[in-house]
């Protein structure tokens, strides 16, 4: 069940979406849901049906889901996000250090005018 834990959290994370988002989805508290993703509770049929629908896959397609692949494929998806960020970042302390220059030519020239 652990398993199965594990890749509907990967799902989870993959659609954005939170526990309480998925538990408002499948009409469950959110520690019954987060005890299905630690593989605490073991799912019936229903409910993993229910579940494969929520992330639009058969059961079989569910159960035989490849976390590795589809988790590389997560975590390149996050550098490259996190890389954007990085130069996102980089390029508001650029903007801040000119706006800073500005303001002190702006006050230097007030100071000469007077």
Do not use: C
């Not at 550098?79 to 002190?104: D, M």
């Amino acid at each position: 069940m652990k398993t199965l834990g594990k890749k509907i959290r990967l799902l989870r994370h993959q659609k954005g979406w939170s526990q309480e988002d998925v538990a408002k989805r499948l009409e469950i508290s959110i520690p019954a849901f987060s005890k299905i993703e630690t593989g605490i509770t073991d799912v019936n049929l229903s409910r993993l049906e229910q579940i494969s629908k929520l992330f639009e896959m058969s059961i079989v397609q569910l159960l035989t889901f490849n976390d590795s692949e589809q988790q590389e494929k997560y975590v390149s998806e996050l550098e490259t996000a996190n890389k954007k960020l990085q130069q996102r970042e980089s390029e508001v302390l650029e903007l801040q250090k000119k706006v800073i220059e500005l303001y002190e030519e702006l006050r230097q020239s007030k100071v000469l005018a007077s």
